[in-house]
């Protein structure tokens, strides 16, 4: 890794420039925009931030698109709340697009452009939409044609398996003071949990592998307690027979972080993501659900499960909670001095993902093959 990017590590956390200029480019990277429940219905429609921008997503009919969220007359916001159904009418002057982003519909075009709506022509910028279980992603049209199917390469089976939500999920959120990249980084990090979670004792390192995955490596993951490997697990995934043995988390670059773990004796996932507001504040949003893999129950839990999954969410709740309270507040401490962090981490093995994470993030930043790393 060149001394320049090294300087650009610190750089990054705390500049408003760079960070514009980041979301800018990270715009054109699958991002996760929103959940299946969102957007169940026609007309149903979800704001997000996609590369700095607000842009929402829409269903119509069976398809979903998406659009920048600003006017194609004088940029008033077409959407100015974070959810609900409707057709798409600018609240500013009226105008009114189709679904494909066409302002088919303009008040007394004739009179006041003299021309009708076709002939103005005018139209909302696209993103790209794809799906992966409940998951929806989005990103700017790009030249590389790269699918999402292709972006997150053996994730993709994984996710449309451990990420296809049931119809009741819970919702989590918070406000971080605190650049995305150190949140991120802290769900990267096995080597604070004694000093941030009081954990009683540290990670050996025999105890987990760590793996990259998807195209050139951006994501990656680790599986503890397992000789499993995501392509196995993708396979298995794939064949409909999902069966992990330990607590596993996926790191899709940019922003999202999917834990599967063991709520006894069902399998739940947490997915959350942090989504950047400015250089030095984000926003967490997440859903955590009992995942629909199979276990075998005994008898008793079989008996005892319209009451313990009741109780279960609430103990999830809990803990999550706790521990990314620990994880937020640590991010914001590490943010305060932020700007004196003038040379590379010294990682451990334990923190290894997160230099595989700042070469993902650099070579998403750049046109130019991924960095050599030294
Ligand atoms: S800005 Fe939207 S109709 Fe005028
Ligand atoms: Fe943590």
């Known amino acids: 890794m060149t001394a320049e990017m090294r300087r650009a590590w610190a750089r990054t956390l705390t500049s408003e420039p760079d960070f514009l200029k980041e979301q800018a480019s990270l715009g054109k990277c699958w991002t996760l925009l929103a959940v299946g429940e969102d957007l169940l219905n026609d007309g149903d429609w979800i704001r997000a931030t996609l590369g700095g921008k607000s842009v929402f997503v829409q269903r119509f009919g069976d398809q979903l698109k998406g659009f920048e969220n600003r006017c194609a007359h004088r940029f008033f916001p077409l959407r100015t709340a974070d ?24 008040p007394h075009s004739t009179e006041v452009y003299g021309k009708t709506p076709r002939e103005i022509g005018a139209r909302l910028p696209s993103i790209d939409i794809a799906t992966c279980g409940s998951l929806v992603f989005g990103r700017f049209p790009s ?5 999402l199917e292709a972006f997150l390469g053996d994730g993709f089976p994984i996710l449309a398996t451990i990420a296809d939500m049931p119809a009741k999920s819970y919702k989590i ?26 954990r009683k004792k540290f990670s050996m390192n025999r105890e987990m592998a760590y793996y990259r995955f998807g195209a050139y490596d951006r994501h990656s993951t680790q599986f503890v307690h397992t000789q499993d490997t995501p392509a196995i697990m993708a396979a298995q995934c794939l064949a409909g027979n999902c069966k992990p043995d330990d607590y596993r988390i996926f ?8 834990s599967l773990f063991r709520a006894k004796p069902y399998w739940y996932c ?73 040379a590379w981490p010294i990682l451990s093995s334990q923190e290894k993902r997160i230099e595989w994470f700042w070469q993902a993030y650099q070579r998403s930043l750049t046109t130019a093959p991924a960095p050599e790393v030294v």
């Not at 949140?183 to 009081?198: E, P, R």
């Open 173 to 198: 959120s918070d406000d971080i003071a605190a650049n995305w990249m150190l949140l991120m980084q802290i769900t990267l990090d096995d080597y604070h949990l004694v000093a941030v979670h009081h």
């Open 83 to 106: 959810k609900g159904n409707g057709p798409i009418v600018c609240g500013f002057h009226h105008w009114r697009y189709d679904r494909d982003g066409l302002a088919l519909g303009i």
């Open 143 to 147: 030249d590389d044609g790269e699918s």
């Open 251 to 258: 790191n899709i670059f940019p922003n999202v972080a999917v």
């Open 270 to 342: 947490f997915i959350q993501q942090f989504i950047p507001v400015s250089a030095g504040r984000s926003q967490q949003r997440g859903w955590f659900y009992r995942t629909k893999i199979e276990v075998e129950e005994t008898a008793f839990e079989k008996f005892i499960e319209p009451v313990s999954e009741i109780i279960r969410p609430r103990i999830v709740r809990y803990f999550t909670e706790r521990t990314g309270d620990e994880d937020h507040r640590a991010c914001e401490q590490l943010q305060s001095v932020a700007a004196q962090a003038d």
